[in-house]
Protein backbone atom coordinates (compact mmCIF):
# COMPACT_ATOMS: atom_id res chain seq x y z
CA UNK A 1 0.00 0.00 0.00
CA UNK A 2 1.37 3.33 -0.94
CA UNK A 3 2.12 5.27 1.57
CA UNK A 4 0.21 8.82 1.70
CA UNK A 5 2.49 11.94 1.65
CA UNK A 6 2.76 14.21 5.11
CA UNK A 7 3.14 17.89 5.46
CA UNK A 8 6.66 17.37 6.99
CA UNK A 9 7.26 15.52 3.25
CA UNK A 10 5.82 18.63 1.35
CA UNK A 11 7.81 21.16 3.96
CA UNK A 12 10.70 19.36 3.34
CA UNK A 13 10.51 19.37 -0.43
CA UNK A 14 9.42 22.96 -0.60
CA UNK A 15 12.52 23.64 1.16
CA UNK A 16 10.34 25.63 4.16
CA UNK A 17 9.87 24.97 7.42
CA UNK A 18 6.60 23.09 8.58
CA UNK A 19 4.52 26.34 9.92
CA UNK A 20 5.41 27.59 6.84
CA UNK A 21 3.98 24.72 4.65
CA UNK A 22 0.78 24.26 7.12
CA UNK A 23 0.11 28.44 6.59
CA UNK A 24 -0.07 27.49 2.24
CA UNK A 25 -2.01 24.61 2.82
CA UNK A 26 -4.70 26.53 5.03
CA UNK A 27 -4.97 29.43 3.30
CA UNK A 28 -3.73 31.17 5.80
CA UNK A 29 -2.04 34.68 5.58
CA UNK A 30 1.04 36.04 5.44
CA UNK A 31 3.33 33.74 2.79
CA UNK A 32 5.06 35.39 0.05
CA UNK A 33 4.32 34.37 -3.58
CA UNK A 34 7.74 33.06 -3.62
CA UNK A 35 6.68 30.72 -0.62
CA UNK A 36 3.43 29.67 -1.54
CA UNK A 37 4.56 29.01 -4.88
CA UNK A 38 6.71 26.39 -3.34
CA UNK A 39 4.91 24.93 -1.25
CA UNK A 40 1.98 24.43 -3.42
CA UNK A 41 4.35 22.68 -6.20
CA UNK A 42 5.18 20.38 -3.71
CA UNK A 43 2.24 19.33 -2.59
CA UNK A 44 1.36 18.61 -6.25
CA UNK A 45 3.97 16.86 -6.93
CA UNK A 46 4.10 14.72 -4.07
CA UNK A 47 -0.08 14.37 -4.11
CA UNK A 48 -1.06 15.70 -0.82
CA UNK A 49 -4.27 15.78 0.21
CA UNK A 50 -4.78 17.49 3.50
CA UNK A 51 -7.33 15.95 5.75
CA UNK A 52 -10.30 18.19 6.17
CA UNK A 53 -10.70 17.56 9.89
CA UNK A 54 -7.30 17.92 10.55
CA UNK A 55 -6.99 21.36 8.26
CA UNK A 56 -9.65 22.84 10.42
CA UNK A 57 -7.65 21.80 13.85
CA UNK A 58 -4.28 23.30 11.84
CA UNK A 59 -5.74 26.13 10.77
CA UNK A 60 -8.10 27.21 14.12
CA UNK A 61 -11.08 27.53 11.77
CA UNK A 62 -14.19 25.04 11.86
CA UNK A 63 -17.08 26.16 9.69
CA UNK A 64 -16.21 29.63 9.88
CA UNK A 65 -13.21 32.14 8.71
CA UNK A 66 -11.48 34.32 11.41
CA UNK A 67 -9.01 36.95 10.63
CA UNK A 68 -5.60 36.30 12.59
CA UNK A 69 -4.48 38.91 14.75
CA UNK A 70 -1.22 40.77 15.12
CA UNK A 71 -0.68 42.39 18.86
CA UNK A 72 1.46 45.70 18.74
CA UNK A 73 1.58 45.74 22.48
CA UNK A 74 3.72 48.75 23.95
CA UNK A 75 4.89 49.30 27.59
CA UNK A 76 4.95 52.66 28.28
CA UNK A 77 4.29 54.52 31.83
CA UNK A 78 3.05 57.55 29.86
CA UNK A 79 -0.95 57.91 30.23
CA UNK A 80 -0.32 60.37 27.22
CA UNK A 81 2.28 57.97 25.07
CA UNK A 82 -0.32 57.48 22.17
CA UNK A 83 -1.85 60.77 21.72
CA UNK A 84 2.21 62.79 22.35
CA UNK A 85 4.35 60.63 20.60
CA UNK A 86 3.99 60.49 16.98
CA UNK A 87 6.55 56.99 17.30
CA UNK A 88 3.53 54.74 17.90
CA UNK A 89 1.37 56.23 15.30
CA UNK A 90 4.23 55.78 12.99
CA UNK A 91 4.22 51.75 13.27
CA UNK A 92 0.99 51.54 13.37
CA UNK A 93 0.97 53.29 9.58
CA UNK A 94 3.91 50.40 8.68
CA UNK A 95 1.90 47.88 10.44
CA UNK A 96 -1.00 48.41 8.34
CA UNK A 97 0.57 49.03 4.83
CA UNK A 98 2.35 45.93 5.39
CA UNK A 99 -1.13 43.92 6.11
CA UNK A 100 -2.44 44.86 2.73
CA UNK A 101 -5.28 43.54 1.82
CA UNK A 102 -4.70 40.28 4.01
CA UNK A 103 -7.24 39.09 6.13
CA UNK A 104 -5.38 40.42 9.47
CA UNK A 105 -6.55 42.46 12.22
CA UNK A 106 -4.13 44.84 13.91
CA UNK A 107 -4.54 45.26 17.90
CA UNK A 108 -2.99 48.15 19.67
CA UNK A 109 -2.40 47.09 23.29
CA UNK A 110 -1.41 49.86 25.70
CA UNK A 111 0.20 48.93 28.85
CA UNK A 112 2.44 51.30 31.77
CA UNK A 113 3.85 47.94 32.96
CA UNK A 114 4.99 44.67 31.56
CA UNK A 115 1.87 42.11 31.73
CA UNK A 116 2.31 38.81 34.36
CA UNK A 117 0.54 36.27 32.27
CA UNK A 118 -0.39 35.50 28.87
CA UNK A 119 -3.11 33.13 28.55
CA UNK A 120 -4.47 33.90 25.06
CA UNK A 121 -1.36 35.04 23.01
CA UNK A 122 -2.26 36.26 19.17
CA UNK A 123 -1.34 34.81 15.92
CA UNK A 124 1.48 36.92 16.11
CA UNK A 125 3.09 40.42 18.49
CA UNK A 126 5.07 43.22 18.02
CA UNK A 127 6.82 44.30 21.15
CA UNK A 128 7.50 48.10 21.69
CA UNK A 129 9.90 48.41 24.85
CA UNK A 130 9.74 45.21 26.49
CA UNK A 131 11.86 44.66 28.89
CA UNK A 132 14.25 41.49 28.43
CA UNK A 133 13.33 39.75 31.80
CA UNK A 134 9.61 40.45 31.16
CA UNK A 135 10.19 38.91 27.69
CA UNK A 136 9.71 35.57 29.19
CA UNK A 137 6.70 35.67 30.65
CA UNK A 138 4.90 35.83 26.72
CA UNK A 139 4.71 33.34 24.38
CA UNK A 140 7.49 33.77 22.21
CA UNK A 141 6.64 31.34 19.11
CA UNK A 142 5.85 34.31 16.78
CA UNK A 143 7.03 37.47 17.87
CA UNK A 144 9.83 40.35 16.89
CA UNK A 145 10.80 43.31 18.97
CA UNK A 146 11.01 46.83 17.66
CA UNK A 147 14.78 47.53 19.33
CA UNK A 148 16.42 44.98 21.42
CA UNK A 149 14.54 42.45 24.05
CA UNK A 150 15.23 38.92 25.15
CA UNK A 151 17.73 37.90 23.57
CA UNK A 152 16.42 34.73 21.41
CA UNK A 153 13.43 37.14 20.03
CA UNK A 154 14.39 38.88 16.46
CA UNK A 155 14.68 42.71 16.47
CA UNK A 156 14.27 44.97 13.94
CA UNK A 157 15.97 48.61 15.39
CA UNK A 158 17.26 51.70 13.69
CA UNK A 159 21.09 52.32 14.09
CA UNK A 160 20.42 54.16 17.19
CA UNK A 161 24.32 54.74 17.57
CA UNK A 162 25.23 55.66 13.98
CA UNK A 163 22.83 58.31 14.04
CA UNK A 164 23.44 59.74 17.52
CA UNK A 165 27.09 60.00 16.30
CA UNK A 166 25.95 61.79 12.99
CA UNK A 167 24.12 64.53 15.56
CA UNK A 168 27.38 64.78 17.89
CA UNK A 169 29.50 65.38 14.85
CA UNK A 170 27.47 68.11 13.27
CA UNK A 171 27.73 70.05 17.09
CA UNK A 172 31.12 69.35 17.35
CA UNK A 173 31.89 70.38 13.67
CA UNK A 174 29.33 74.08 13.51
CA UNK A 175 31.46 75.02 16.33
CA UNK A 176 29.69 74.15 19.54
CA UNK A 177 31.77 74.52 22.49
CA UNK A 178 28.98 73.89 25.14
CA UNK A 179 27.18 71.22 24.62
CA UNK A 180 24.41 69.57 26.78
CA UNK A 181 21.93 66.55 26.71
CA UNK A 182 18.96 65.04 27.36
CA UNK A 183 18.86 61.79 27.21
CA UNK A 184 16.29 58.72 27.25
CA UNK A 185 15.52 56.00 29.98
CA UNK A 186 16.99 53.12 30.81
CA UNK A 187 16.13 50.71 27.57
CA UNK A 188 18.04 49.82 24.59
CA UNK A 189 17.63 52.66 22.15
CA UNK A 190 17.92 55.54 24.55
CA UNK A 191 21.21 53.56 25.90
CA UNK A 192 22.11 53.27 22.25
CA UNK A 193 21.76 56.87 21.20
CA UNK A 194 23.32 58.30 24.45
CA UNK A 195 26.79 55.93 24.26
CA UNK A 196 27.04 57.05 19.99
CA UNK A 197 26.54 60.76 21.14
CA UNK A 198 29.05 60.32 24.18
CA UNK A 199 31.60 58.58 22.06
CA UNK A 200 31.37 61.08 19.25
CA UNK A 201 31.66 63.95 21.65
CA UNK A 202 34.51 62.17 23.42
CA UNK A 203 36.33 61.70 20.49
CA UNK A 204 36.49 65.43 19.81
CA UNK A 205 37.92 66.00 23.43
CA UNK A 206 35.14 67.56 24.47
CA UNK A 207 32.87 66.62 27.64
CA UNK A 208 28.80 66.74 27.46
CA UNK A 209 26.54 67.98 30.17
CA UNK A 210 23.75 65.43 30.40
CA UNK A 211 20.51 64.51 32.13
CA UNK A 212 18.61 61.43 31.69
CA UNK A 213 15.04 61.77 30.52
CA UNK A 214 11.91 59.79 30.22
CA UNK A 215 10.95 60.85 26.64
CA UNK A 216 8.61 63.18 27.41
CA UNK A 217 7.81 66.90 26.70
CA UNK A 218 7.42 68.01 30.51
CA UNK A 219 10.67 66.24 31.96
CA UNK A 220 13.07 67.31 29.42
CA UNK A 221 11.27 71.20 30.39
CA UNK A 222 12.50 70.39 33.28
CA UNK A 223 15.82 68.84 33.05
CA UNK A 224 16.45 72.11 30.51
CA UNK A 225 15.83 74.38 32.49
CA UNK A 226 18.27 72.39 35.17
CA UNK A 227 20.90 72.18 32.79
CA UNK A 228 20.79 76.01 31.81
CA UNK A 229 21.53 76.54 35.63
CA UNK A 230 24.52 74.51 35.88
CA UNK A 231 25.67 75.88 32.75
CA UNK A 232 24.46 79.24 31.78
CA UNK A 233 26.99 79.14 28.79
CA UNK A 234 25.34 75.99 26.93
CA UNK A 235 25.19 76.71 22.86
CA UNK A 236 23.98 73.14 22.13
CA UNK A 237 21.67 70.42 23.26
CA UNK A 238 21.07 67.00 21.69
CA UNK A 239 17.37 65.31 22.78
CA UNK A 240 17.27 61.90 22.57
CA UNK A 241 13.91 62.14 20.63
CA UNK A 242 11.46 65.11 18.94
CA UNK A 243 8.98 64.63 21.64
CA UNK A 244 12.04 65.30 24.61
CA UNK A 245 13.27 68.23 22.01
CA UNK A 246 9.97 70.04 22.21
CA UNK A 247 10.47 70.48 26.13
CA UNK A 248 14.11 71.77 25.27
CA UNK A 249 12.62 74.13 22.82
CA UNK A 250 10.37 75.53 25.04
CA UNK A 251 12.75 75.92 28.14
CA UNK A 252 15.26 77.79 25.79
CA UNK A 253 12.74 79.96 24.37
CA UNK A 254 11.28 80.79 28.01
CA UNK A 255 14.71 81.86 29.40
CA UNK A 256 15.35 84.06 26.05
CA UNK A 257 18.01 81.39 24.26
CA UNK A 258 17.40 82.38 20.36
CA UNK A 259 17.42 78.87 19.22
CA UNK A 260 20.08 77.88 16.19
CA UNK A 261 21.80 81.06 17.34
CA UNK A 262 22.60 81.24 21.01
CA UNK A 263 21.70 77.25 21.08
CA UNK A 264 21.45 74.55 18.83
CA UNK A 265 19.05 71.50 19.38
CA UNK A 266 19.34 68.71 17.47
CA UNK A 267 16.26 65.70 18.06
CA UNK A 268 15.74 62.42 16.91
CA UNK A 269 12.97 60.54 14.92
CA UNK A 270 12.33 63.04 12.06
CA UNK A 271 8.77 62.75 13.14
CA UNK A 272 6.40 65.78 12.07
CA UNK A 273 6.97 67.08 14.87
CA UNK A 274 10.34 67.80 13.65
CA UNK A 275 9.36 69.11 10.44
CA UNK A 276 6.35 71.64 12.28
CA UNK A 277 9.28 72.92 14.65
CA UNK A 278 11.30 73.49 11.88
CA UNK A 279 14.07 71.13 14.47
CA UNK A 280 17.39 69.22 12.91
CA UNK A 281 16.52 65.75 13.57
CA UNK A 282 17.65 62.21 13.06
CA UNK A 283 15.43 60.42 10.94
CA UNK A 284 14.62 57.05 11.83
CA UNK A 285 12.56 54.68 9.43
CA UNK A 286 10.11 53.69 12.04
CA UNK A 287 7.20 52.48 9.39
CA UNK A 288 9.89 50.59 7.23
CA UNK A 289 10.53 49.13 10.84
CA UNK A 290 7.16 48.09 11.14
CA UNK A 291 6.40 46.92 7.96
CA UNK A 292 9.92 44.44 8.27
CA UNK A 293 8.52 43.10 11.66
CA UNK A 294 4.70 42.49 10.15
CA UNK A 295 6.24 40.44 6.98
CA UNK A 296 9.10 38.64 9.68
CA UNK A 297 5.68 37.51 11.28
CA UNK A 298 4.24 36.06 8.41
CA UNK A 299 7.10 34.01 7.22
CA UNK A 300 8.88 32.94 10.21
CA UNK A 301 11.94 31.50 7.50
CA UNK A 302 13.00 35.23 6.36
CA UNK A 303 16.00 36.59 7.69
CA UNK A 304 15.50 39.63 10.03
CA UNK A 305 17.16 42.78 8.66
CA UNK A 306 18.14 44.04 12.31
CA UNK A 307 19.58 47.90 11.99
CA UNK A 308 18.20 49.60 9.37
CA UNK A 309 19.97 53.34 8.75
CA UNK A 310 19.43 56.47 9.98
CA UNK A 311 20.03 59.94 8.43
CA UNK A 312 20.17 63.75 9.91
CA UNK A 313 17.99 66.15 8.86
CA UNK A 314 19.62 69.67 9.40
CA UNK A 315 17.17 72.51 9.80
CA UNK A 316 17.03 75.82 11.47
CA UNK A 317 17.38 74.84 14.90
CA UNK A 318 20.94 73.59 14.54
Not at 177 to 194: L, Q, T, W
Amino acid sequence: MEQRSKLDDVARAAGVSRTAASRVINGMPGSTDAVRSRVLEAARQLGFQPHAAARALASGRSDRARSETIEILIVDPDPNALSAKPYYGRVMTGAARAVGGEDVTIRLRLLSAPPVDDDEPPFGRILINMPAAAAGRLNRRRTVALGRSADDIPFVAPDNAGGAQQAAAHLVTTGRRCIGAVFGPAMPCADERKAGFLRTVGDAGQSVVAAGGDFTGSTAYALTLRLLALRPDLDAIFAACDVTAGGVLRALRETGRRVGHDVAVVGFDGSVLAEVADLSSVYAPAEEEAALAVRKLFDPELPTTRRLPTTLAVRGSS
